[in-house]
């Protein structure tokens, strides 16, 4: 695997289900991200981590929990989701957690909230 | 609050016709402005970073240009193969990581 992959690419999910998204980065990097892509808005940043700790929380609910277990690894556990949190979630990493440094990202996880 | 507003938000052309792509925003302090693309079913993936006002850089057929309030991304003689939506970001100084995007601008060259 290369790059930054994320699991699973498409979720479909009750409002009462607990569900996880998984992301990893082959990359060595140090810096991993959460970003949120509704249709017709922005990229939206969620949370953002370096060296395994969070640097920043962009006053996301509650019923989205992020956890990094390490710098290759980024989960974003789930939990009575609204219909409105259907989008593409976007994991990214960049090497620093600096401004020059491009990020990259993975595919997205397509998620729908029933 | 910084700003970015990515014009137009669609745009179609036919294979060999130029056209350029806008991107004005509003910061308290540039630090950076990046242009990604963006291809169906994908993440973004990176083009380019601009850090002052008169850099440009280039790419194949995409030239970025910035202006202490605006940046443009010209395509020159484009191919269907670059039909994407292109997304413009900004980071300020300040102490925050933090990309602010735009919409984006889905361009669509047809042969």
């Known amino acids: 695997e290369t790059g930054v992959t994320q699991t699973p690419r498409h979720l479909v999910m009750g409002m009462t289900n607990k569900k996880s998204l998984k992301c990893e980065q082959h990359l060595g990097h140090n810096a991993m991200y959460w970003y949120k892509q509704s249709a017709k808005k922005p990229l939206e940043l969620m949370f953002v981590?370096?060296?395994?700790?969070?640097?920043e929380n962009n006053s996301v609910p509650s019923r989205f929990s992020p956890e990094c277990p390490n710098s290759s690894h980024l989960f974003l556990h789930l939990h009575t989701l609204q219909p409105e949190d259907s989008a593409l979630y976007l994991c990214?990493?960049?090497?620093?957690?600096?401004?020059?440094?491009?990020?990259?990202f993975g595919p997205g996880t397509r998620l729908t909230v029933l | 609050e910084d700003q970015v507003t990515q014009s137009p938000e669609a745009l179609r052309l036919q294979e060999g016709e130029s056209s350029s792509l806008n991107c004005s925003y509003t910061?308290?302090?540039?630090?950076?402005l990046f242009w990604y693309r963006q291809d169906p079913g994908k993440g973004p993936e990176f083009l380019f970073t601009l850090y002052s006002a008169g850099e440009e850089k280039e790419k194949e057929r995409l030239k970025a240009t910035l202006t202490k309030k605006e940046s443009f991304l010209h395509i020159t003689a484009p191919k269907p193969e670059d039909s994407a939506t292109y997304l413009c970001a900004v980071q300020a100084w300040g102490g925050s990581e933090k990309l602010v995007f735009g919409k984006g601008t889905k361009l669509t060259v047809n042969p």
């Open positions: 910061v308290s302090g540039l630090r950076g």
């Open positions: 981590y370096n060296f395994k700790e969070q640097t």
């Open positions: 990214a990493s960049s090497p620093w957690l600096a401004g020059y440094d491009e990020q990259f």
